[in-house]
Every structure is written in C-alpha cells, then in structure tokens.
C-alpha cells in the first residue's frame, strides 16, 4: 500500500477509536493494538514528513513548547453565570423569564455545572483551528498547542457540522486522573496539589505540552456559538454537535434533561445533590438554560450574563470552628505544608481536626488570623479545606498569620524559588525529618519492602545515631538494635531478616528507594529496562538521559546532578558491597509471540497448572494481569470459568481462547 494512502486509513481509524474511547467510554480496540497502530502511523510520518498533518492522531502526545501564551480577542464575550442558592431564587428567575418573553410555557435545558476552566474552540472546515481560555471574558489566552493533547477534544470533525464555528466548554481532570496524579506526587516526595480545578487550570497553561498530554484532561462542550444557528434550541444543538464528534453531555446518564415545568427543574436539582458525589468528576452545581434560541434572543444579556440562564449552586456542607495554631510539616524533599490544627468538627460524618493549607499563598488568601474561626468544608478531597474565615468572630488584636521563615525542625532559612508554590528547607543532609523521610521511603513497600521495620523504628535509629542515610541500614548488626526501647528478640529478627530479603528486590526498586527527586516508579522502571545497570545510568549525558520515553528535562536534571554528587556515589557502592541489585535482570525469552499482551488467565486447565501457565506467559513476553479491562488482550478461559467473564470479555471483544489453542500460539 502506498504511504499516503496508508497514513489517511490509519488515521481516519485512530480517530474512530479514539472519539468511541474518549467521547462515548465504549472502547472498540485493546490499548496494545492501539499502540501498535498509532506507532505504525507515527514511523510513516517520520519517513514522510510531509504526510504529516496537524490533525493526525499522532500529535496528541503532545511535546511542543509553549513560551508566552498569545492573547487572543473572543469573537463574542465568554460570560458568567448568575447564581442562585435556593428554590426561591429560581422560582424569581423563571417569573422573570416569563415575563420577558411573554411566553407561559418555557421549556428548559439542564445541565451539570462542572468544576473546571472555561474554554472556547474554534473549529474551520472541520478542523480545530484555536483554542482559547476564558481570560478576562473578552481576551483570552491561545492555549491550542495543550488543548490538542485532550484526547475527547476532536481534531477533526465528522457529519454536517457547519464550516466555521465556535464551540465552549468547560477542560477539567476528572477524579481519576487527579488521584492518579497526586499519588505519583506523593511517591515522588512532591507536595500534592490541592484540587482538580486548580490542577486542570495550571495544566492547561503548561509550557511543555507533554504535561496536559500525560494528565488525562477531559471536556464537556456546552454553548455552540454560531451567527445564524439553524437549530430552534440549545437542546438539538448539544445533540448535533455530538455527531460532529464532541463530548457533549449524554441524556441516558441524566448529565442533561429537557424540562417544561419548575418541578422538572427542582427534581433535578435535587437527583444530583444526592447523587453527584457518584460522579467521576467534579461538578458545584445545576446550569438551568432556557431552550429556545428564539426567546433567549427575546432576553438578551447583561454585562457579565446572559438573562435566559441561571446556575444553582450546591451547598457544600461547611461549619465554623476555631483555628488552634498552624504548624508545618516537612517532606522528605524538604518541601513545606502548612496545615491547620482545629477544634475538631463534626463534618458529613466525620471528625475533622485537621486540614491542608497548602502554601503560603493560600494562607495569604483567605487573610488567616491567629485563633479566627474558620470554615471547612469536605469536598471533592479526601482532605477537608478551609473555604474563608468568620471575621465576625475574629478576636481583638488578633495578629495575621505569617509563614514560617525557617524550617520548624532545623530551623535553616526556607527558600521559595521563583514559579514555585512551596517553600523548601535546603538542609537536605543535615534536616531530620529529611533524613528518615529518606529512610522511610527507601523500606516502603514499592521500593524495598523491608518488613519489620516502620517509621517509629526508623527514628529509633537515627535518633540513637544508627543511621543517617539508607545504606547505613545494612549495617546494622543484632547488638546495635537490641538495646533500644521496645525492640525485643523477635522484632530485632525481623528487622534482620527483612534486611536480607529486600536484597533480593529487582534493580528499579532500588532505583526507585534511593529517592532521586522526579524519580518515581513508572521512571524508575523506564531507567531501568533503558540502560540496565547503575554503571550506565551514572555514564549517561543529559542528551541521552532525555532520549528515554518518558523521562523529560527535568526528570534528566535531577538524575544526571544526583549521580555527580560523590557522597550519593558512595552510598551506591556502599549499597553494591552489601549485596543490593543494581543491575536489571535479564529475562530471557522463549519467544516474544506474546509481547505486552496482558492475558488474564481463568477457570480450571487440564495440560498446565495455573503456575506453569503464568511462567509460560512470562517467558513468551506477555503479562499476566488480574481482571478483564478494556486493557486486556487475550483472555486464555479454562474449564468452569464463571459466565460473567465470558460475558464481560464479548462485551469488550477481547479474544478467548482454550488452554490447546494456547500451547499452539506459543509453540
Ligand atoms: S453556560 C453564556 N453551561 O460556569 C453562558 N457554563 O459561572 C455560558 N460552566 O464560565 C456558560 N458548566 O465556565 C455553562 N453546563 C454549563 C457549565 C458552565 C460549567 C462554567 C463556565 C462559566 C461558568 C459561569
């Protein structure tokens, strides 16, 4: 086939398997012959640049650099909505909307108000043109090189969309890829941030386009801006722009309803208030629109909104109680957070003593006073956050809250670099907590495992001089730990033969525990399986550092400064000559037939025990993975495997077959 033709097929496939993931969650291919497909198209593009085009599937992966953010004048005003917080509020909305149109029977469009950024797209014969944020409502910032990695956001369009338009919406990070994002944070000794808005806000606004390409950023459209609309309502214009291809909300989830009465309206409200902690995003409340293009006409705008709509905004549960001082906590890092010891509150069920202040900024924000009761609220995060203070209830002579200058435990003079949010103690070696934040990540269970041994013991022996860096745990002998409080024969054993175990932990775990800053698991691992051993990694320039999928400036920095620092090389050695594993182990393969598939493996076989059946997995390439996911490749189905696999495998199309069948791919 020729090149050209090859790339449009392959294309115009992506893109149909990409709008049925991401638009309509109902996956029609496995992630590994996506792949597949996607680097087919990508080495054909390479070989002829010129087939290129801006709009390839290709070019989600994001990678372009962004250096200032071009203003961009809306062709229209992106407005706000006016809120409302009761019944009454909306009962007068709609009175007035009556009024103005002098019309009985409106009839209105629902929706969710998700928690996200504004964003409006341009789109031209099809294509995606410029995307630009909301701004000040009449300029706004060009952000398209980020946006075009948001993978529910179409390139390209599909149907009888119209040949120029704009269409709005709102980018945000679903729950999902928010935790997935702050536990990688927390592997990493990052601070966490603080909520998926935010977070969707500032990555949009990333320089690098790697970043929104990696953190799964989504988008619901909900205003088509055309100069002559031919549909009669808000309502058919969502529909029609769910055939050109955009996320628009679905009506069988209830995401968006037609109404013709108040109560419609109330009832809905009322569904998502109790059911919108379900939701796998975060939304703050209702947007209730009055439908017809033609009567919203009739009401026109304000200045800041337009008369023919109205939001309704939850009541997040939030009580007042009394701030009793603010300390702060340092990280392994060094980083800082600021948290708030309150009097506890009781709260949606739940006794509330603490919450996150986050940083400085944030402390600055809501104007803090020492004693000043505060309110809390539990929203979205699992860490309750304080939403204002009661300045009513502030005390005489109350002094403002002034973030610590230097570090609480090592009293060195914090550092807050430019474009940061955090404060930083730069007493690495020397700043306890550092010291056994250190430790403590090193045993933890997805680096080195080391059971018997847990964060009290760890300031046990430091605190008896024992250890001051990882490699001073191996060593450790029997008379050292057993004078120390509470470590009896038994508890000294473990200690010792957890020790000795972890010794056996494969080489990107040790990578991993030694805590070089940006290096978490996944990177650990990419460094890993890239380069093999220690030896390489320490030898490797920057250059070839970047070349690793995956692994950014940044991440290359940090790698390539922390093995030119002769004490962390000497940790290593030390390390080596207790026997730790630096050096990737390599598995070697009967065949690659089954090379990252992921196979799940049910029911009872006659030939193969389930473990020789996982070995035989491995040592072909594939991967043996728990349960049936859109993830999986194959599903290898012995005897007595249960109905709802079978049905659940049909429904995802992913192949079955028999231990037999299995043995012949293999062989
Ligand atoms: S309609 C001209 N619909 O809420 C009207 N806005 O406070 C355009 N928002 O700036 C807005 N969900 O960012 C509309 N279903 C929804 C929405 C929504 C969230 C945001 C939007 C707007 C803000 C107004």
């Given at each position: 086939m020729k090149a050209q033709q090859e790339v449009l097929e392959l294309s115009k496939e992506l893109r149909k398997h990409n709008h049925?993931?991401?638009v309509l969650s109902k996956p029609t291919i496995s992630d590994y012959d996506f792949d597949m497909k996607l680097s087919r198209l990508n080495k054909l593009e390479q070989e002829n640049p010129s087939l290129l085009v801006p709009d390839s599937p290709t070019q989600r992966i994001g990678g372009d650099i962004t250096e200032k953010f071009e203003k961009v004048a809306h062709s229209s005003p992106m407005l706000s909505l006016s809120n409302s917080y009761n019944k009454e509020d909306i009962q007068e909305w709609a009175e007035r909307a009556v009024k103005l149109t002098g019309n009985e029977e409106l009839e209105y469009t629902l929706e969710l108000k998700y928690d996200g950024v504004a964003i409006s797209l341009r789109y031209e014969e099809g294509k995606l043109i410029k995307a630009v944020t909301r701004g000040d409502g009449n300029t706004g910032e060009d952000v398209t090189t980020n946006v075009r990695t948001i993978k529910s956001i179409p390139l390209k369009l599909h149907g009888d969309y119209p040949d120029k338009f704009e269409i709005r919406g709102e980018i945000f990070l679903p729950h999902a890829s928010f935790?997935?994002?702050?536990?990688?944070?927390?592997?990493?000794?990052?601070?966490?941030?603080?909520?998926?808005?935010?977070?969707?806000?500032?990555?949009?606004?990333?320089?690098?386009?790697?970043?929104?390409?990696?953190?799964?950023?989504d988008c619901f459209l909900y205003y088509l801006v055309l100069d002559k609309n031919p549909y009669k309502g808000h309502f058919k214009s969502l529909e029609k722009a769910g055939e050109w291809g955009f996320k628009v909300p679905q009506q069988k989830l209830k995401y968006v309803a037609k109404s013709a009465t108040l109560d419609g309206v109330m009832e809905f409200i009322r569904y998502w208030d109790n059911e919108k902690k379900k939701l796998p995003f975060e939304i703050d409340g209702i947007v209730i629109k009055v439908n017809s293009y033609q009567l919203q006409d009739e009401m026109g705008l304000t200045a800041k909104s337009p008369r023919w709509a109205i939001a309704y905004k939850f009541k997040a549960e939030n009580l007042s109680t009394q701030l009793v001082e603010i300390t702060y906590q340092v990280g392994r890092t060094?980083?800082?957070t600021p948290v708030a010891n309150l009097e506890p509150l009781l709260l949606a069920g739940t006794t509330v003593k603490r919450a996150s202040l986050h940083n400085q900024d944030q402390i600055e924000k809501l104007g803090i006073h020492e004693k000043d009761f505060v309110f809390v609220e539990k929203g979205g995060e699992i860490i309750p956050k304080v939403t204002n203070v009661?300045?009513?209830?502030?005390?005489?002579n109350a002094k403002p809250v002034r973030f610590i200058p230097t570090c609480p435990e090592c009293h060195t003079a914090l550092v807050r670099k430019e474009g940061e949010a955090h404060h930083y103690c730069p007493n690495a070696d020397f700043c306890p907590p550092q010291i056994t934040g250190r430790i403590e990540h090193f045993i933890s269970r997805k680096a080195m495992n080391i059971d018997g041994l847990g964060a009290e013991t760890i300031l046990q022996l430091f605190e008896a001089g024992l250890i001051r860096i990882p490699a001073d745990l191996y060593d450790l002998t029997r008379e050292q730990i057993l004078p120390l409080e509470r470590l009896a024969e038994k508890s000294v054993e473990n200690i010792l033969i957890g020790l000795e175990d972890s010794k056996a932990q494969p080489f990107e775990k040790v990578l991993f525990?030694?805590?070089?800053r940006y290096v978490g698991e996944t990177v650990a691992k990419k460094l890993a399986?890239?380069?093999k051993n220690v030896q390489s990694i320490k030898s490797a320039s920057l250059e070839s550092l970047v070349k690793v999928d995956e692994i950014g400036e940044r991440i290359a920095e940090s790698v390539y400064e922390y093995l030119n620092i002769e004490a962390n090389l000497s940790q290593i050695r030390r390390m080596e000559e207790a026997g730790l594993c630096f050096e990737a182990i390599e598995v070697i393969l009967d065949s690659e037939v089954l090379n990252g598939k992921k196979?799940?493996?049910?029911?009872?076989?006659?030939?193969?025990s389930r473990n020789e059946l996982k070995t035989l997995i491995e040592a072909n390439g594939g991967k043996v993975v728990g349960s049936i996911s859109a993830k999986t490749d194959l599903l290898?189905?012995?005897?007595?495997m249960g109905p709802a696999k079978k049905i659940k495998a049909d429904t995802l199309g992913i192949k079955i077959i028999d231990e037999t069948a299995f043995l012949r791919l293999i062989d």
């Open positions: 049925s993931y991401y935790e997935k994002l702050n536990k990688t944070r927390e592997e990493e000794g990052e601070p966490l941030y603080a909520n998926p808005r935010n977070t969707a806000s500032g990555t949009l606004k990333s320089q690098n386009s790697k970043i929104p390409a990696s953190r799964g950023l060094g980083a800082i009661d300045l009513d209830k502030r005390l005489a525990g030694l805590g070089i399986k890239h380069f196979i799940v493996v049910s029911g009872v076989f006659t030939k193969l290898i189905a012995g005897e007595n």
